[in-house]
């Protein structure tokens, strides 16, 4: 059973490879949306991963987040997710996503991810190359 209020944090140094110039997102050498969103969503993903039964996952299905300041190259982000619902039948799951850097709040928002079978996932989406 999924547990409301289970956390998990992730922390990663900021480097040239992990910039808006370097995704496409943007020009300028800050730590690049995308990544952020990425950083907050594998919080999440493995923050739920301790509840799923051998060959379940989980995927992301929503994302609501704001980036609210920038971060230099060198500095070090952390994000953190906050399981706060699950579903009644309990295959989504809500967080609430975090992220800051050594001067204070980047980014939050909202995240869900559903839980699945990962054989049939992968079936399922195999199955479109065969239409």
Not at 46 to 52: A, D, F, H, S
Not at 96 to 105: I, P, Q, S
Request: proline share 2%; aromatic share 4%.
């Amino acid at each position: 059973m999924v547990l409301i209020g289970t956390k998990c944090r992730l922390e990663q140094v900021v480097t040239d490879a992990l910039t808006a110039a370097n995704i496409g997102s943007g020009t300028l050498p800050v730590f690049g949306t995308p990544y952020m969103i990425a950083m907050m969503e594998c919080a999440a993903l493995t923050g739920l991963q301790e509840y799923l039964d051998d060959g379940q996952g989980s995927v992301g299905v929503q994302v609501s987040v704001s980036h609210v300041a920038a971060t230099p190259v060198g500095m070090n982000v952390i994000t953190e997710a906050e399981i706060t619902a699950v579903s009644e039948n309990g295959k989504m799951v809500d967080f609430k996503v975090t992220a800051w850097d050594e001067a204070g709040l980047i980014g939050e928002g909202t995240h869900t991810r559903a839980i699945i079978g990962n054989e049939k996932f992968l079936s399922r989406c195999n199955g479109k190359l065969n239409k």
